[in-house]
């Protein structure tokens, strides 16, 4: 029996940095992406002063992210990290095919509550806009682990909601 689990990140958690905060253990296993889920933003966060990202099942649609593999210790951490106590996500498995082929088993996360309309990312309405640090942590991880250069060009036309205040996030997380 494996003392390791593998998890698929699409959002912050793209980011070594912000993974690791509270999940130490986690290591790069590989880049790859799920079918039949488009990438939205739709509960707003406190802590980070804008929607966050969830996968919603969309046919036709892709979501790229990153394969992490963590000890199972910090299984919980990443759990309580993803809010699944409070009913904010909850934990789900994925297939993720990765650029050589293969498919692994991943958790993933899915918030509770997701959008029920599909709009184009462009378009997100004010309410559904993730803030600048948010979508800046995605596109940095996503750039960090080399997800395609299409998929990248699209998370940078993603709108973000403008705001400028402080966040409920360590700053050590902005600096390079």
Known sequence: MSNTFLYFAYGSNLLAKRIRLNNPTAVVRDVGYIKNFRLDFNRYSKRWRGTSATIVETENSTVWGVVWQLDKCNLSTLDCQEGVQDNIYH???VN??????????CRVYQQCDNPKERVQPVDLPMDRRPSPLYLDMIVKGAEENNLPASYIKFLKTIPHNGYEGEYDISLSLTED
């Open 91 to 93: 934990a789900m498995s």
């Open 96 to 105: 993720v095919e990765t650029c050589d082929g293969a498919t692994l088993e």
